[in-house]
């Protein structure tokens, strides 16, 4: 199954214009399951998530069709960022298929197993959703 084991994603690097708190990723539920989001700061943190994730799409959608550079090098730098973002985005994607799977979600949703979810709503090949 999916794991951000071994990820360079839980590195912190440092986000200059986001204006993002540093400790906005923290849980200070205690361990009380639930309660991350039972407060007004859990709600937030749950809202922010989704915000970027939408930010991200948009994003990802726009870059997908724009033109390539012509300088070669820009076309290096760009490269070598976009790993960087890769690397981040499959560790939050793991960490979101590893809760769905927990909680059983993609079986409630009509799917046969997160497996199959992955696949069918993911369109990931057999291999990529951690087939054998």
């Known amino acids: 199954m999916w794991s951000s084991e071994g990820s360079a ?9 986001c204006g993002l708190r540093q400790d906005a990723s923290q849980d200070t539920s205690d361990g009380v399951p639930g309660a991350a989001g039972a407060d007004s700061a859990g709600r937030d943190r749950a809202r922010s998530s ?8 948009e ?13 070669v090098d820009i076309c ?7 790993m960087f973002v890769r690397d981040r985005i499959t560790c939050a994607l793991a960490d979101r298929v590893g809760r769905v799977h927990g909680a059983g979600q993609a079986r409630q949703q009509g799917h046969a197993s997160t497996r199959s ?8 090949s057999v291999a990529g959703a951690g087939g054998c």
């Open 9 to 17: 994603a839980r590195e912190h690097f440092a986000i200059n214009d």
């Open 117 to 124: 979810w992955l696949r069918t709503a993911g369109g990931m």
């Open 76 to 82: 290096l730098a760009e490269a070598e960022e976009l």
């Open 59 to 71: 994003t990802s959608q726009a870059l997908a069709l724009a033109p390539l550079p012509d300088d």
């Open 50 to 57: 989704w915000v970027l994730v939408g930010s991200l799409r």
